[in-house]
Structure formats: structure tokens, C-alpha cells
């Protein structure tokens, strides 16, 4: 529609007001003064004026109606809807300094144009209860491995948003960290402690320049597979803008590929895994095959789980890639090794089979005898500190707990019920160890897009 059909200026006169009303064929014109609409005139007001005697030659100024009803730049569809359903066959869009944008009707009204889009993702850490040093390819190419991990309500969190340019902008609050690149090619020729992104883009191949935030509910080195939260949440954004989308395991493998391929950090497949599907799984490893299977616990067991569990941050710095590497040359060069992992993987169907049936007498003890293998995978797992640590919480209420991630530090995870819980929490606090509480994620990662809003006018401007 072109504004010189409904447009004329408050001088004129009811002859050329009723011109136009003929041209635009839709009864009515609105009148302009200083650049601003300030009212309506309709063919049945003229009609009225001319029955009173007006002429054809005098101005429009008595049959204008200044309070007319129009639609406001931003008003939501809803609202023009209900009105354009009520008594109003035209209605005019007008921005905020009262300028025709354009004449909406019942017949023209579009649907708005595609709006532009940010991705949002989350994905928890987990807690592991057994089997760990079984999901390493190099135990696993020979014998069968298995694990039981939960994933916890602590996120990692990632935004994503294209730009219009091929600049690349990357924020992490984890690693006080920004880097801005003129282009996705320069990003990962930057030095920067943003590897593991730098190494997720480079697989990814976005084809858009973009924005990127991260940041994480919980503290770095923590034992939780946050590397592995972090890369789940990263590739959940961008697999918003994929038309053919990545299913879970093929997250979770692109997520392994990019820190333990291409950064070279050695580590098992079981953080990937938990973090992309979320829940309380028993996962099985083999040469040809890796299995998840959501284990169906009862209500009151995850409760009792939740109730008796105790996370708490030891405080001490370690690293993971260094352990695992560690512990990847003992199991090559040592059949002992490989024994306790294979008593590793058997303690952990017997924890699969209490949790099942719901009876979980002994779990803390199964989780000791987890953290007594595996501390033995390697001389960097534990060290005096954490020894001491372990003894002291064994006399203070808790019937059994683990090292969660590699070892060396990070998170332990006790188990205690009833009145030993009371009793080893004021034994933590009184060492001013932090506690965290225990809530499972049944949803593992989680991605959605999100429109970024733009106002209703933008979609229907006239041709001048």
C-alpha cells in the first residue's frame, strides 16, 4: 500500500479528501499535521457535514475525528486481532512519533517475518559411583567395562547468538576469560586458555560468525566432568542452528573427540556420556559398542539417595589429564592394574543390583570398596592429605565415599543416613570444608532457542 493513498494534510479540502477515499477504497483517510497523524476522516463523517451544508470547497477541519482508534509500533498481534474482530475493518499502524507505518486489515494483516534467534543450553555434572578406569578404550578394546554415574543439578551454561559479520566473540566467566577474533580462522589461531572451545568450533565448522558465553554453577577442578558439561552445552547451542541435529550419542562422541582426539587429554568416555543424557544410567563399554541404560530407581530410592549423600569440595588442586595418563600407562604395563579394575566393574553391578531393588544397606560401603580400587590404579590418585581425610570422615559418619573424577583433589562424595549424616556434616564444617547438596538431573542436556525480539512495525512498512 503506498501512504499517499491514506495520507493527506489537515488543509485540504472535503473534495480532495473524498478523491482520495475513492482511490484507496477503504473509506476513510487519516489527516497529517507536522509530519504526525492527528485524526480520521471517514466517508460517513463527510456525509454528515455535507447534510449540515457544508461544501465541496471548504477544509476538512470540522469532519476530522481526533479520537480515532489506531495500532501502536511493538502492540502485540493478539490486540489488533480482538480489534480488527470488533467493530474495525482498517486499522492504522502508527510508530511512536505518530507516522503512518502502515493500514492493517482484515485482508492485511501478515505473519511476521522469521524472527532472529539465540540458543541457550545447560548440562549437568555428575556424580560417579562405580567403575571408574573401566571406561578407558584402552581397558575396554580387551574387556568389558561398565559404569554407574548420576548426573547432579549443578550446570554448566552456554549462550550462543550469530552475528551478521564473521567476528567471533567468546566469553567465560569460569576462566575470566574474553576473546574477540575478526573471524572463526583467527579464533583458533589465538593463544588462549579457551582450548577446549577453540577445538569444539574447529570440528563444529560453523559457518556464521557468533557470540558465545559460558559460565558454570560449580568451581573448576572440581571431579564433577565439568570439562564435559561445558562441551555438552557448547554444542547443544549450536546444534540449535542445525537443521539435521546431532542425536545424544553423536553429542557426547564429538564431545570426546575434541578433548580427547584433538587436545590429546587423556581421560575415560563416561563424563560425555552422562552429561549429554542426563539421569542415573549404567553405561557399558565394549570394542565395537558403548550401551547407556537408564536405570528405573523408585521414588523413595532416589529420595534415600538424595537424603544420605554428602558432596564436599576438598579444596585440593589437581589434574585430571595428567592422572589419567598415568593411569593409562600402568594399566599397558601392569596385569594387577587390570584386576582391580575388573573387580572394579563387578563391585559395580552389585551396586546396579541394590539400586534396582531398592535396598541400599551396604551402598556406602560398595562406594569404599569403588575408592579402594581405584585408588590403587595409580600413586597420583590419592596422597596423605586425602587419606587422612577419607580415615577421619569413617569415624565421624559415613559408612563409605570416593574421590569423584580422576583423583588428586576436587569433590568426595560419603555416604551417611540418619543421625551419622548430622554427625559428618559438623565434622566437614568444623574442618570449613564446603558442602554441596545432592539433587539428581533427569534431563541431562538441555538446548533451546529463544526470539530475539523485534518490534511489530518492522514488517509492515509503507512504500512512500
Known amino acids: 500500500m503506498q501512504a499517499s493513498k491514506f495520507i493527506l494534510p489537515k488543509n485540504s479540502s472535503i473534495s480532495e479528501v473524498l478523491k482520495t477515499i475513492d482511490q484507496n477504497s477503504s473509506g476513510f483517510v487519516l489527516i497529517e499535521l507536522k509530519s504526525k497523524i492527528i485524526g480520521v476522516v471517514t466517508d460517513g463523517d463527510i456525509r454528515r457535514q455535507l447534510l449540515e451544508g457544508a461544501m465541496l470547497e471548504d477544509k476538512i477541519d470540522k469532519c476530522i475525528n481526533l479520537n480515532f482508534s489506531y495500532a501502536l509500533e511493538g502492540d502485540t498481534r493478539e490486540s489488533i486481532i480482538k480489534k480488527l474482530d470488533g467493530e474495525f475493518h482498517f486499522l492504522p499502524l502508527l510508530d511512536k512519533q505518530m507516522k503512518l507505518l502502515s493500514v492493517l486489515s482484515k485482508k492485511n494483516l501478515p505473519i511476521d517475518a522469521e524472527k532472529l534467534n539465540y540458543a541457550r543450553a545447560r548440562a549437568p555434572v555428575r556424580i560417579s559411583f562405580g567403575g571408574g578406569g573401566s571406561d578407558v578404550t584402552n581397558y575396554f578394546s580387551r574387556n568389558a567395562g561398565a559404569v554407574i554415574n548420576a548426573t547432579v543439578s549443578f550446570y554448566s551454561h552456554a549462550v550462543l547468538s550469530k552475528r551478521i559479520d564473521q567476528k567471533v566473540i567468546v566469553r567465560s566467566s569460569d576462566l575470566n576469560e574474553e576473546v574477540t577474533s575478526a573471524n572463526i580462522m583467527e579464533f583458533l589461531e589465538t593463544k588462549t586458555s579457551l582450548n577446549l572451545i577453540q577445538s569444539l568450533v574447529k570440528i563444529i565448522d560453523p559457518q556464521f560468525g557468533f557470540e558465545l558465553d559460558i559460565f558454570s554453577d560449580?568451581?573448576?577442578?572440581?571431579?564433577?566432568?565439568?570439562?564435559?558439561?561445558?562441551?555438552?552445552?557448547?554444542?547443544?547451542?549450536?546444534?540449535?542452528?542445525?537443521?539435521?541435529?546431532?542425536?545424544?550419542?553423536?553429542?557426547?562422541?564429538?564431545?570426546?573427540?575434541?578433548?580427547?582426539?584433538?587436545?590429546?587429554?587423556?581421560?575415560?568416555?563416561?563424563?560425555?556420556?552422562?552429561?549429554?543424557?542426563?539421569?542415573?544410567?549404567?553405561?557399558?563399554?565394549?570394542?565395537?559398542?558403548?550401551?547407556?541404560?537408564?536405570?528405573?530407581?523408585?521414588?523413595?530410592?532416589?529420595?534415600?539417595?538424595?537424603?544420605?549423600?554428602?558432596?564436599?569440595?576438598?579444596?585440593?588442586?589437581?589434574?585430571?589429564?595428567?592422572?589419567?595418563?598415568?593411569?593409562?600407562?600402568?594399566?599397558?604395563?601392569?596385569?594387577?592394574?587390570?584386576?582391580?579394575?575388573?573387580?572394579?566393574?563387578?563391585?559395580?553391578?552389585?551396586?546396579?543390583?541394590?539400586?534396582?531393588?531398592?535396598?541400599?544397606?551396604?551402598?556406602?560401603?560398595?562406594?569404599?570398596?569403588?575408592?579402594?580400587?581405584?585408588?590403587?590404579?595409580?600413586?597420583?590418585?590419592?596422597?596423605?592429605?586425602?587419606?587422612?581425610?577419607?580415615?577421619?570422615?569413617?569415624?565421624?559418619?559415613?559408612?563409605?565415599?570416593?574421590?569423584?573424577?580422576?583423583?588428586?583433589?576436587?569433590?568426595?562424595?560419603?555416604?551417611?543416613?540418619?543421625?551419622?549424616?548430622?554427625?559428618?556434616?559438623?565434622?566437614?564444617?568444623?574442618?570449613?570444608?564446603?558442602?554441596?547438596?545432592?539433587?539428581?538431573?533427569?534431563?541431562?542436556?538441555?538446548?533451546?532457542?529463544?526470539?530475539?525480539?523485534?518490534?511489530?512495525?518492522?514488517?509492515?512498512?509503507?512504500?512512500?
Open 218 to 464: 560449580y568451581p573448576n577442578n572440581s571431579g564433577l566432568g565439568g570439562s564435559a558439561a561445558i562441551s555438552a552445552a557448547v554444542l547443544g547451542c549450536f546444534n540449535e542452528f542445525k537443521e539435521d541435529k546431532w542425536d545424544s550419542y553423536e553429542l557426547s562422541e564429538i564431545a570426546f573427540q575434541a578433548e580427547r582426539l584433538d587436545l590429546e587429554i587423556a581421560g575415560g568416555w563416561q563424563d560425555q556420556y552422562a552429561c549429554t543424557f542426563g539421569g542415573i544410567n549404567f553405561i557399558e563399554f565394549k570394542h565395537d559398542d558403548n550401551i547407556i541404560s537408564p536405570l528405573r530407581l523408585t521414588e523413595k530410592t532416589i529420595l534415600e539417595l538424595e537424603a544420605n549423600l554428602v558432596l564436599c569440595d576438598t579444596g585440593i588442586k589437581h589434574d585430571s589429564g595428567a592422572i589419567h595418563k598415568d593411569q593409562k600407562n600402568s594399566l599397558n604395563k601392569n596385569a594387577d592394574i587390570e584386576k582391580l579394575v575388573e573387580l572394579n566393574v563387578q563391585n559395580t553391578y552389585d551396586i546396579k543390583n541394590m539400586l534396582l531393588k531398592g535396598r541400599l544397606n551396604g551402598f556406602g560401603e560398595l562406594l569404599g570398596n569403588a575408592w579402594n580400587y581405584k585408588q590403587q590404579f595409580s600413586s597420583k590418585i590419592s596422597s596423605p592429605e586425602i587419606d587422612e581425610l577419607y580415615s577421619a570422615v569413617l569415624d565421624h559418619g559415613a559408612s563409605g565415599g570416593k574421590l569423584l573424577g580422576a583423583g588428586g583433589g576436587g569433590f568426595f562424595l560419603f555416604y551417611a543416613t540418619g543421625v551419622n549424616k548430622s554427625k559428618l556434616i559438623k565434622f566437614l564444617e568444623k574442618k570449613l570444608l564446603r558442602i554441596y547438596p545432592i539433587k539428581f538431573d533427569s534431563q541431562g542436556m538441555q538446548s533451546w532457542k529463544v526470539r530475539i525480539e523485534t518490534n511489530l512495525s518492522h514488517k509492515y512498512h509503507l512504500d512512500k
